[in-house]
């Protein structure tokens, strides 16, 4: 019971935080159902004929490569930074074990426990070997993995390899150990520092050479709706 509690706590404690901060983010504006109701109730261009409207690719309009007004720097947005990598850092400092920093058999001894074990942790518990591996891992990124988020060369590079990296990690924690909603709710905010380069990289791949119109009937709410939803979650022009 007290197990149980503690996680709730902790899925509570990260909801609060991450919530906090995503206040003060536009994370509504691309990609999102607000971004369908504005751009459904939105003003039409008015040299266009009433019962017809346009819409570009969604990659195009909103992330071509040299359009930089989809960027945004806030104090909200270091805050939220600085918060997600101050977690993995202190969770680091605080793994002062010999399971953590000379055995490495952490990752083996929590597969021990039967009420937290999967399935996939019910195979990976039969090679304390690739355990061993996987501590070393585990610990060295949750360390200094977020320096890459910083690097001055390769930036985008460096920050996408770094919060995938993430990713991967807390993915690898829900695939291995029951842990209630704290893997989707890690990987929610991780997905929150996605850079920009990989949307202007997406743009470069699927919009180049490419152009085209959707014609609909202004008059005609359905239309307007599916229109202004394919535009928006639609990836490939």
């Excluded at 509690?5 to 901060?21: P, Q, T, V, Y």
């Excluded at 195979?123 to 690739?130: E, R, S, T």
């Excluded at 119109?213 to 239309?223: D, E, Q």
């Amino acid at each position: 019971m007290i197990v149980t509690l503690s996680s709730h706590i902790l899925e509570i404690g990260c909801i609060l935080a991450s919530f906090f901060w995503s206040m003060f983010l536009p994370l509504g504006k691309y990609f999102s159902v607000d971004a369908v109701l504005k751009k459904e109730s939105g003003p039409h261009p008015p040299d266009q004929p009433s019962y017809r409207g346009h819409f570009t690719p969604i990659l195009e309009s909103l992330f071509h490569p040299r359009d930089t007004s989809h960027l945004h720097i806030s104090v909200g947005a270091i805050a939220f930074a600085i918060q997600i990598f101050v977690m993995y850092f202190t969770a680091y400092y605080h793994k002062t074990g010999v399971e953590w920093r000379e055995t490495y058999t952490a990752t083996w001894l929590s597969l021990q426990v039967d009420f937290f074990r999967t399935s996939f942790g019910d195979f990976l518990v039969a090679f304390p070997n690739l355990c061993k591996m996987l501590t070393w891992s585990v610990h060295l990124w949750q360390g200094w993995g977020y320096l890459l988020f910083y690097s001055p060369i390769l930036t985008g590079p460096c920050k996408a390899f770094c919060i995938f990296g993430y990713l991967a990690m807390h993915i690898g924690f829900g695939l291995c150990l029951r842990l209630g909603q704290f893997t989707l709710i890690t990987c929610a905010a991780v997905l929150g520092l996605i850079p920009s380069w990989i949307w202007d990289e997406l743009a470069k791949t699927f919009t180049s050479n490419t152009s085209y119109k959707i014609t609909y009937l202004l008059n005609n709410p359905m239309a307007r709706r599916w229109t202004a939803i394919l535009t928006t979650f639609s990836l490939i022009p």
